[in-house]
């Protein structure tokens, strides 16, 4: 029964920054992968950055590495993506994924949130 809420999508200019944010509800204690994934019209689904809950170790698909930036804020319950340098080929519908897991990164996650907007112009 988790509940995923994002927000912080919008336009921005190449070179500009966004933080995403991912508030997150209805989940107990266990260990968890949470991530956010991206899909542009055309292309499939690609996993853009991770992080465990376990021991905190991130993950980031290559095209992202050094200019993006996932926490997590336990307080708060919530999980942000800080993108910084933003290309044009970042532009994308950006979800936000967990799922209870003895492991992470995982391909595939049970709880996801609506999705938010990530529009970078030239």
């Known amino acids: 029964q988790v509940q995923l809420v994002e927000s912080g999508g919008g336009s921005v200019q190449a070179g500009g920054s966004l933080t995403l944010s991912c508030a997150a509800s209805g989940y107990t204690y266990g260990h968890y992968c949470m991530g956010w994934f991206r899909q542009a019209p055309g292309k499939e689904r690609e996993g853009v950055a991770h992080?465990?809950?376990?021991?905190?170790?991130?993950y980031y698909t290559d095209s992202v590495k050094g200019r993006f930036t996932i926490s997590l804020n336990n307080f708060k319950n919530t999980l942000y993506l800080q993108m910084n340098s933003l290309k044009p080929e970042d532009t994308a519908m950006y979800y936000c994924?967990?799922?209870?897991?003895?492991?992470?990164?995982?391909?595939?996650?049970?709880?996801w949130g609506q999705g938010t907007q990530v529009t970078v112009s030239s």
């Open positions: 992080i465990y809950t376990r021991d905190l170790n991130t």
């Open positions: 994924a967990a799922d209870r897991t003895h492991y992470c990164p995982i391909p595939d996650y049970n709880y």
